[in-house]
Structure formats: C-alpha cells, structure tokens
C-alpha cells in the first residue's frame, strides 16, 4: 500500500537531523579544543613594574598577553613570604603571604605601548583602608601573577618580587652600588647607545670607560664625539693605554716610563675631543706586583678596575710607597642580566638580589664593566632607573667604592709577563735611538716611528722569542738609517795660495734633513773650524771649509762624518790637498823690503844732516 507523501518527507527530515547533530556538536566540539589549545600556548610576559614601593604606596605591572581576550578571563595572583637569602630570589617560592584580588582582564586598563597594567594597592597598618593589600614589613616578596579561565585553570604565569621599603630608611642601611659601563666599538653597548643612557640619567655618578676602538671611532665621527661628549656632562671616562702595556713587567725592568708614555698620548686624544680622562683609575687585566703599584701611584693612580678573568674580591694592595685599591666588577650579577628574553625579569631579580645583600652584608658592589656586552639595553635601563629613584641602594660613583674597600689584598709576587731578557736589548737600542733623535731633523722615518715600534714589541701580545726579534730587526733598521751618509772617495784640491776656501762632497741617502759632525785632522793644513756641525739636506751637499796650508807639496786631509753626540761614526775620507805656495814667503819678502827702506831712510837722513852742518865741504867735494 502506497504511504503518504507528507510521511516520507518527515522521515527523510527526521533521519538527516539525526546525521546533521552529532556532527554539529562534533564542529563544537572541535572549536572549543582548538580555542583552549590557542590559549594554553599563550604567554604572559612582564614588560614593566615598580622598582620599589613605599609602605602605603601601588606595586605595579605591566605585561602582555599573547592569547585571545575573551570575557571569561582572570588575572590575579598570590604574595608570598619574603625571601631572606640570594638563594630564594631563584628558587619557588612556598609560603603564601597575600592574595592578590582576581579581576577580569578585560577591566585591567592598558598603557600606551598595549600592555595590561595591573596596580596593587598596599598597606602597613592592620586598621588601614582594607581595600589595599595589607603588607606589614619591609622586604623582599615574591610575586606570582597568572590568568585564568572561568574553569579556573591556569593559562599562563609570570614571577617576579616585589621589593617593599621600610616605613623609615637611614642611609647607613643602604648598600653601596657602582656602575661601570664599558663602551663598545661594534655590538653591545655602542657610543650611541651609552649616549642615550647617559642623557637619561644625568646626574648618576655612572662610571664610563672606553672599550678597545673606541676612541679611533670617536675620532672619526665627530657628530658621534659631540653626541657622547654631550651625555658626559661632567663625568670623565676611563681609558686604558691604547697600546696594550704590563705596568708591572714594565716597572721590573725599569721602563715605567713606557706606560706613562703611551699613557699620556691616549689622555691627550682624550683632551683634543673635549673629554675628560680619569687620571685616577686604571683598567687593568695582568698581575700587579709592588713594584708596578709603585708605578701606578707615581703616575696618579689610586684605584685599579680589575679586568682580568680572575676573581678575587675588592680591597687594597699596598706597594712600599703606599696603597691602591683595586677593584673587582660583580661579573655574576652583571652577567645574570644576559639575555633576549624576559629581560623585565632579569633585571627586577638583580635588583631583589642587592635589595636582599644590602639587609646582610653592605659591602660595595660593581656591576658592568665586560659582563655587559650581551647585556640588552632595556635591562641596563631598568637597572639605571631603579638606582636613580629612592630605595635600598645607594648609588656612588669608583672613588666612593674605594674609600669603602677595607679588604687587603697581598700584591702578586709576579708580573704576568716576563721582560727580563728583553732589558739589555731594549737599552741598547735606546741609547742608539738617543743618538738618532740628534741626527734626524725631517723625513718620513721620525724617532717617534721607532718609539711605537719598541713599545709594540714589548706589549704582551708577543711572546718572549718574537719580542726579541722584534728589537733586533727595530735595530738594524736604525742602523740601516745611520748609515745613508756617504764621503765619496778621491776628492782633491790644489792651492795656488796658502789660505783658501775648498768645497768638500758629501751625500745624504736619507729621505730628509739630517744633523751631522764634521771633523778634519792634518798635520800640515790648519782648518779655521775643525769641528762643525751643519744639516745636510737629501741628495749631494758640497760644503766649504776654510783651511791654510802649512807647507808645499801634497797634504792628507781627514775628514769624518759623525753623529752630533759624536757616538756614531757615518763616514770618513782622505781628502787631497796639493799647495805650490811656499809657506811664510810673503812674510820674508815683506820684512826685506821693510829693512831695505829703513837702511835707505837712515842713509838718507845722515847725509842732509852732513850737508846742513858743512856746506862748502860738501859743496867743494862735488866739485
């Protein structure tokens, strides 16, 4: 029997809902899973928060949440006990202390940059406003804070601490903090980046100090120089000598004169870019010996920043002429700043690890210095910042953290170079130097040249066998340079008279102007200035000397060419001189002649007496 249409059509309906539902609620399903995944794989990331807060003040944060903002979500989060050890800054925390009221993110007001800003509302008092957090001691506390969903699970946590100041704090209780930072010349904290942090934070008493190229790059770019000597203000820079020296192997052979050298050529670079050098303080990464100490303080140096791989704590070293302190950067909790992540959260940790020392040991403390080259900026911003406000660390600048140094600290017994074999060689090749300053007045080989050279071979960065080599070929290339003047050989003169003047051929090989002693020996030519010194320019010089022959025939002339200071002999000749005048002739002939005159007056005068006195004898007779 043949159904009604209308029937069929129900069924038909009634069996396609039956495969549309489960699939509905399978979709739904589905949708729900993947927005939980989505929001399980979310992360919370603190962006900001208060360095310090006062016992009626706001903690605040800041963070950013990567999930969906759905109505259902909760932030909120738990105040635990304070932490008494540096230990506890990195462990999890156990005991509750506070809650922190959930509120729904979608409430949570939101700053410029597009991050949540949740603010905390605390009080030290038991009767005070109730709707703050009641916190009734100063401390460090650790600070949990998450987001939730309706079902109350967790979908991301961040952890922090919360440093709450004491109700009154006198500043014998804070802690001494020093910031070194160390200029880069390529990656990390570059002159431009130092700029910026300085501008910001002018009046900190931040301690600067130029990493290797440094300088060179400032000499190059003048916009960077102004920019950077701009950020300074009145705070001066630390420069270790541009050539790498060891003050104390230095010291051991009696050639401190070559650190303060190179010492004083950096400070004057310094000078001419209108920055100040600190004449006090001075990088150093090798052994200090007394003797070095010694060296150190007789150039105005007090304290030493010590750069070297080991640790050792900071105090003072005493040299026999008095002490110096040296210095030791905290490379632990500077290099606890590394790090491209959670940068917000590093620094905040540091800054609960010097809130928590200072309660212990206020001993000073320097961060920076090499540790900060993988540092990001932003943490050492939060650092800086945090020093600049008003909290449990007192920021100071290296002379005050020397003051403080009580520790001593023995002298190492040893430089961490060994120069001794080289002391002999060296002054050796100085004393030839000496006499090369003398005798070079120009050219495009100056002393200077030599100097940069000598103090490169005896920089650390050469081992024992090349340094040696080093100043012998520095030496043999001074010799090469004493030996360009030449007295060409053969050279003669014959004399028609017995004084004269000759021309005398030297030549000078060198490129420039050179200083030279001429000397000239004979028996029988008498030279009016047997000793002169003249300048010689490059090329051929014909000389002229006046001289007088003592006899006839031929005379040997020596004439030698020596360095001013007459150490050097550069050259020596036998010079020719044939004279065809007969010596003292003139003088024999001139006094013949003048007695020949005074016979003939004598004759003379006797005869007109005669005639005066008999004239007619005289008369009758010549008749």
Known sequence: MKQPRHRTSGRLLLAALALAIPMLISSSLTTERASAAAQSTATMTLTSQSSYVPAEGTFELAFSWSGE???????????????????????????????????????????????????????????????????????????????????????????????RLPTETAEGELISVAVLLEVASAEGLTIDRTSVLLSRHPLLPIAVQLGDGVLTQLENSPELADQFRTSLGDRPVIAAPALNLDPSALASIDRGDFYGLTRDQTFERLRSLGLTPSL???????????????????????????????????????????????????????????????????AHRLLATLAIRSQTDLSPVVIGGNGLRDVPVEAIEIILTALDGTGPINNVGLARVSNEAAFPIRPDEQPSQDLSDAAAPITEFLKLLDTYRLFFV?????????????????????????????????????????????LPDGQSVTLAAQRAKIPITVDNQSDGIREVLLTFESDKIRVDQNRTIVELPPGVSTISIDLEALSLGQSPLEITIFTPDESAQLATTRFGVRSTAVPGLGMLLSAAALVFLLGWWIVTTTRERAVRKHPAVVGHGSS
Request: proline share 6%.
């Open 69 to 163: 903002l759905t109505a259902d979500l909760t932030v909120g989060g738990t105040i635990f006990a304070p932490i008494t050890s540096e230990l506890g800054v990195q462990e999890s925390p156990v005991d509750l202390f506070a809650q922190i009221k959930a509120v729904p993110l979608t409430q949570v007001p939101r700053n410029e940059a597009g991050n949540y800003v949740l603010s905390i509302p605390l009080r030290s008092v038991a009767d005070g406003d109730p709707t703050r957090t009641l916190i009734l001691q100063e401390g460090v506390f650790p600070v949990n804070l998450d987001i939730r969903n309706s079902e109350g699970a967790t979908l991301a946590s961040l952890r922090t601490n919360m440093i």
């Open 280 to 346: 006090d303080t001075v990088p150093l990464d090798v052994n200090l010996t007394s003797s070095g100490i010694d060296l150190l303080r007789s150039l105005g140096a007090t304290i030493v920043v010590d750069t070297g791989s080991r640790s050792r704590s900071t105090g003072f070293m005493t040299g026999s002429t008095g002490p110096i302190t040296l210095i030791q950067v905290a490379d632990d909790l500077t290099t606890s700043l590394r790090g491209r992540t959670r940068v917000v959260e590093r």
């Open 442 to 486: 120009s050219g495009n080989r100056p002393p200077s040249r030599f100097d940069a050279r000598l103090l490169e071979a005896v920089s650390p960065d050469l081992n024992q066998s090349d340094r040696l080599r080093a100043i012998v070929q520095l030496r043999e290339s001074l010799e090469g340079e004493l030996s360009g003047i030449e």
